[in-house]
Structure formats: structure tokens, C-alpha cells
Nanobody
Framework: QVQLIESGGGSVQAGGSLRLTCVVSGELHSYCSMGWFRQAPGKEREFVAGISGTGTRTFYADAVKDRFIISRDNAKNTQFLQLNNLTLEDTAKYYC???????????????????WGQGTQVTVSS
């Protein structure tokens, strides 16, 4: 059984930064594509960032491009999301997700992600 445990969320003022961490345990190949999604109250879950199995390829939603950085440490079965220059619109619950697709792909569709964490709340205030 695969478990994804997120941490690092919290409350921050606009312009601040947070670093989210996701630790993966269980039977999941270390080089599967992974990503982060978020869901704000009353809105649908949306793609934030994705990273390939090797970590060499990344892709970001336009709303977070140039502010967020996704990375991973396969030796530690961990992925990260650095959130910089946060705005009120970034307030949401952030979810770590993993596919079972091995290879150097960045995947954006939520339907291809089979494993999900419970989420960590990020709240940005003015």
C-alpha cells in the first residue's frame, strides 16, 4: 500500500514563502512521475506542478510559474514544492500525487495520478 504524507503547510502573509514536503512510502517505483495539485474552497482541484521520474523535467501551471519550484529526492522518496511570493489566490489545500508511470514524463491530468496524499493547508493573508 502506498502512502503519501504532506507537510509544511501553514499560514503566511502575502509575499511570503513556504516549502511543502511529501514523503512516499510503500510499493511505488522511485522514478514514477509525481506532481502537486491544489483545491480552494468552492473550486475544483487544479494542477499546480509536475515533475518527471528523474526530476530533470518540470512543468507548472501558468498561475504559479516563476514563483513555485517543484523538486524531488528519489533516494529519500520525497518530493518538494517551494512556494515563493505567495498571493491570496494561492490559498488552498495542496495535495501531493504520484502516478505509477515510470519514465521521464511530466503529467498534468489528475486522472493519471493513482496515489494521493491527504493534503496540507496553505493560507495566505494580506
Amino acid at each position: 500500500q502506498v502512502q503519501l504524507i504532506e507537510s509544511g503547510g501553514g499560514s503566511v502573509q502575502a509575499g511570503g514563502s513556504l516549502r511543502l514536503t511529501c514523503v512516499v512510502s510503500g510499493e511505488l517505483h522511485s522514478y514514477c512521475s509525481m506532481g502537486w495539485f491544489r483545491q480552494a474552497p468552492g473550486k475544483e482541484r487544479e494542477f499546480v506542478a509536475g515533475i518527471s521520474g528523474t526530476g530533470t523535467r518540470t512543468f507548472y501551471a501558468d498561475a504559479v510559474k516563476d514563483r513555485f519550484i517543484i523538486s524531488r529526492d528519489n533516494a529519500k522518496n520525497t518530493q518538494f514544492l517551494q512556494l515563493n511570493n505567495l498571493t491570496l489566490e494561492d490559498t488552498a489545500k495542496y495535495y501531493c500525487a504520484a502516478t505509477r508511470i515510470y519514465g521521464d514524463y511530466v503529467l498534468m491530468g489528475a486522472h493519471v495520478y493513482e496515489c494521493w496524499g491527504q493534503g496540507t493547508q496553505v493560507t495566505v493573508s494580506s
